[in-house]
């Protein structure tokens, strides 16, 4: 019996993405084949986008399944090669002994991240930590917020904190640089803050049948400002979001919702407006921007892979990610010798020189 599950860190409110599919299959190599092409086959969102002839997949992997596959292991290995195929991270099979995943979306990438460098450097030992956030002051009274994992879920008081800590300072620094993702609850819940009026940040498209193209329409995903928290004024002190090409599936949607901020403005006492100063340094995000779920295997095993298309406020894929604002690299020797991450030393100087943020000059 075959079931789709939702993944428990997915919205809610898009549960309707696919519907419960039941179909039986025997439990045996063949029987898991089938199960498992015809599972992307049906619900599976990227096919055209990636470009990829499934039936052309169906019949060179069919003779494996069907004359030479003789264990769990051959099995297992055959349909994680065939899953390949469509070049998705989130795309993977689940067993007991091993986990198939696809990891060349990031590969041929420099990697533009050192944990080490960024904790003894720049970090260092006196920084406040509260809900996946580690945050403190740079020189110059620049904030810097390190987030590794949008699984790590924040209170609403825990971001008031952290924004009412790092108030004073002349922009913040956000680094979700090798940030896999994780709830995709957690990009509004945090980008609203940066934001001072409803924004779409994109769209979503729900599986309206077996079809690769029987989609939904694109429906609207909307950021709504929270009137009674602390906000962010990013027209006042600019907002850089560090990226690299592990920056992935939520991450990458965050990087869309902020993105999406960036184009609106904020009008201050005066009915002044002015240009919101966010951007992305560092290197293209990894992508995955489809929402994942789950279906179950015969033998057990479960199948995760993109069935719902998100795009962005233009209606544009993210899929293969999001190019940054300014393309940073870093440099090894500078790294090692010098001690120094150019990318947060470029963001930096860019909040510095684009800062609107003063101070009363004490007599």
Not at 140 to 160: H, L, M
């Amino acid at each position: 019996m075959r079931r789709i599950l939702i993944l428990l860190s997915s919205l809610v409110l898009l549960t309707a993405c696919l519907d419960d599919d039941s179909g039986v299959e025997n439990d045996d190599f063949l029987g898991n084949f089938e199960a498992c092409w015809t599972a992307m086959d049906e619900h599976y969102c990227f096919f055209d986008e990636k470009n990829v002839d499934w039936d052309k997949v169906y019949k060179f992997y069919l003779p494996y399944f069907r004359d030479s596959i003789t264990n769990i292991q051959q099995e297992f290995t055959v349909l994680g090669h065939m899953l390949s195929q469509v070049r998705d991270g989130h795309v993977n099979l689940y067993s007991p002994f091993n986990t198939a995943r696809y990891w060349k979306w990031y590969e041929d990438y420099p990697h533009n991240f050192n944990k080490d460098l960024v904790q003894e450097y720049y970090l260092k030992t006196n920084y406040w930590a509260a809900s996946g956030f580690r945050f403190t002051a740079l020189k110059d009274s620049v904030a810097y917020v390190r987030y590794e994992s949008f699984t790590n879920t924040p209170g609403e008081t825990n971001i008031d904190y952290l924004l009412m800590a790092l108030s004073y300072c002349r922009g913040m620094i956000f680094d979700i640089r090798d940030n896999g993702g994780g709830a995709l609850t957690n990009v509004p819940l945090i980008a609203r803050r940066f934001s001072t009026e409803k924004t779409c940040y994109g769209y979503i498209q729900h599986k309206t049948g077996k079809g690769h193209n029987d989609f939904s329409s694109p429906e609207p995903m909307h950021l709504e400002p929270s009137e009674d928290r602390l906000w962010w004024d990013a027209s006042v002190q600019p907002v850089v979001i560090l990226a690299n090409r592990r920056t992935y599936s939520a991450a990458n949607n965050f990087v869309q919702a902020m993105k999406a901020i960036a184009e609106t403005k904020t009008f201050d006492k005066k009915g002044v407006a002015h240009e919101k100063m966010i951007v992305v340094v560092g290197d293209r995000t990894g992508g995955g921007g489809g929402m994942p779920f789950e279906t179950v295997l015969p033998n057990g095993w479960v199948l995760r892979f993109s069935a719902c298309p998100i795009t962005d406020n233009h209606k544009r894929s993210t899929e293969s990610g999001i190019d940054p604002d300014f393309s940073v690299n870093m440099d090894s020797l500078v790294m090692f010798n010098e001690h120094r991450d150019e990318i947060i030393d470029f963001a930096h100087e860019y909040i510095i020189n684009n800062t609107r943020m003063t101070y009363e000059k004490k007599e």
